[in-house]
């Protein structure tokens, strides 16, 4: 069965680092979304793509992050610098095309921030 | 106010038994629904997509009143494995996003 692949799975940084996260979706997906899942709360969108282009980048905090997705298929989100606020766990999901919202997640990245 | 609002929870209810989650959404332009499961420290997995006309699969069964704007999760004989949290979902009218709940958690006992 196909995956998502993201890597790392854990991360730690202190704070004004610099990390970086990478996210390779199902075959064929060309919508790519990231969010952020602060422990307790539900996933909140970061970005979404569609192909290489950002569809909707409201909810990131672009002093501090950037997503790309070059070539349309894998992506990266990057902060810099880190803030102890950051820590959470960072999901990267996928949607195939055609009329469906059905979205498949990736492992997640957790971040801490000392 | 929250665009989709769960009750955290927890419940606490033994194996066997029948439990049911409740969420309301605010905007009436929301036209898919969806419940996803996520386990202790994993990613969120589809359980099942909600539709007006009520949907089973096993165990589970979803049901959506759009007047209300609220969809239910009733889970019958409840196992361990269905500990977990339940998050409740719904697309963002206009766009293929997705907003989720904070989820509800449930804890099956022995």
């Known amino acids: 069965e196909a995956e998502v692949a993201q890597s790392p799975r854990y991360k730690i940084t202190e704070k004004s680092q610099a990390v970086a996260f990478w996210c390779d979706p199902i075959s064929g997906h060309a919508t790519l979304y990231w969010y952020r899942q602060i422990l307790g709360q539900g996933p909140e969108l970061l970005v979404q793509?569609?192909?290489?282009?950002?569809?909707?980048d409201s909810q990131l905090p672009k002093d501090r992050f950037s997503a790309e997705r070059l070539k349309g298929v894998d992506s990266t989100l990057k902060i810099q610098p880190a803030e102890l606020g950051d820590s959470a766990m960072y999901l990267c999901?996928?949607?195939?095309?055609?009329?469906?919202?059905?979205?498949?997640f990736g492992p997640g990245t957790r971040l801490t921030v000392l | 106010r929250k665009e989709v609002e769960q009750d955290p929870g927890p419940f606490n209810v033994p194996e066997g038994a029948t439990v049911a989650f409740n969420c309301t959404y605010s905007n009436s332009a929301s036209q898919s629904f969806f419940w996803y499961r996520q386990d202790c420290r994993k990613e969120p997995k589809l359980l099942m997509s909600?539709?007006?006309s009520g949907n089973e699969d096993g165990r589970f069964t979803a049901q959506l009143n759009r007047a209300s704007q609220y969809i239910s999760l009733l889970i019958r004989d409840s196992k361990l494995s269905d500990s977990a949290t339940y998050l409740c979902?719904?697309?963002?009218?206009?766009?293929?996003?997705?907003?989720f709940g904070s989820g509800t958690r449930l804890q099956v006992q022995p």
């Open positions: 979902v719904v697309n963002r009218a206009g766009r293929r996003a997705l907003t």
């Open positions: 999901a996928s949607r195939v095309a055609g009329d469906t919202d059905t979205q498949y």
């Open positions: 909600v539709y007006s």
């Open positions: 793509f569609q192909d290489e282009s950002v569809v909707d």
